[in-house]
């Protein structure tokens, strides 16, 4: 099987939104429990690899980053080993996206494991 | 009136050229001064050269000059315009109920045009100032993006209220943002005088 793509833009919103679901439309809340989350579970039991697109989108939050990503380790308590090793990121308009959530996963690791 | 005065000066010049002409013209009649009146054709050749090399070098470091001017111009226009987008955040910022997702087009706008500038501009830096400036400027990016549009994970925590994808910040939040900004916006002008040297 070929590594699962998951296109922000196109699977989930175009407007990504805030962190809760109860905070507002297309959070990262949302995002992580219908898109990510799934995707993610799918990969990791075919084998694959999950490739993130985050291009297309008119702009992600700090928030909708950190619940989404940081939330998978926070919340849902996947290993940040397993992420690494799982998930790929793209980002060709705005790389600094990737650099941002690669952040976001070590910070939700660091502070689960103080 | 300006162009009258300009004109005056320069009828003052010419007639002080011609007497300057007159004096040294008077030398030549006396005995220590011997003017060859015939000149070979080498000697010609040799000064049209020298005169249409001179022309030509004048020329083409005029244009030069002019094209890496008109090149600093359009990269400090170029920064003129983030800072004014800059500008439109902090303003945002400090209304009550703004639109989250205004907010997150704004910092993605800004952060491509970053992008733009910095990779376009290494060629007219100095490589230790390019990589200092632009590390300055990419930390200070990230940090003012994460104060404005990070909201708590804490639900009680209420530096930023979210409501319907809109949210209002408190006033020590809009402070903090405002400092982060400030810092950005100094980097920026460090980055222009750093250009116009």
């Known amino acids: 099987m070929d590594n699962i793509i998951l296109k922000i833009a196109m699977d989930f919103s175009r407007t ?44 992600l939050g700090t928030s909708f980053l950190e619940e989404s990503f940081g939330g998978l380790i926070r919340e849902d308590g996947f290993e940040y080993k397993t992420l690494q090793e799982n998930i790929k990121f793209v980002s060709n308009e705005n790389p600094d996206y990737i650099d941002e959530v690669n952040e976001y996963l070590k910070d939700a690791y660091e502070k689960k494991g103080k | 009136m300006k162009k009258k005065e300009n004109n005056k000066t320069w009828y003052i010049w010419m007639i002080l050229g011609v007497i300057l002409g007159i004096i040294i013209g008077q030398f030549f009649h006396k005995d220590y001064f011997q003017l060859d009146t015939q000149i070979s054709v080498i000697e ?8 249409g090399l ?71 830096l100095k490589e230790k100032d390019y990589s200092t400036s632009t590390n300055e400027i990419k930390n200070k990016h990230k940090t003012f993006k994460l104060i404005a549009t990070n909201t708590p994970i804490d639900k009680t925590d209420t530096s930023v209220v979210v409501k319907n994808g809109k949210g209002t910040y408190s006033v020590q939040r809009i402070s903090e943002i405002m400092i982060e900004s400030y810092a950005l916006k100094d980097e920026y002008f460090k980055l222009k005088v750093l250009l116009t040297e």
């Open chain 2, 44 to 51: 010609i050749v040799d000064l049209l050269v020298t005169v």
């Open chain 1, 16 to 59: 990504p939104g805030v962190r809760y679901k109860n905070e507002g439309e297309f959070s990262g809340e949302e995002f992580r429990n219908s898109c990510l989350r799934p995707k993610l579970e799918q990969a990791l039991s075919n084998h694959v690899k999950l490739i993130v697109d985050l291009d297309g989108t008119a702009g």
């Open chain 2, 54 to 124: 001179a022309l030509y070098v004048a020329r083409i470091l005029d244009r030069k000059i002019r094209h890496e001017q008109f090149t600093i111009d359009l990269f400090i226009a170029k920064i003129d315009d983030i800072e004014s987008q800059i500008k439109s955040i902090e303003n945002l910022i400090q209304e009550k109920d703004v639109s989250m997702q205004i907010i997150y087009t704004k910092f993605h706008v800004l952060s491509i045009a970053k992008n733009s500038l910095l990779e376009s501009i290494s060629s007219l």
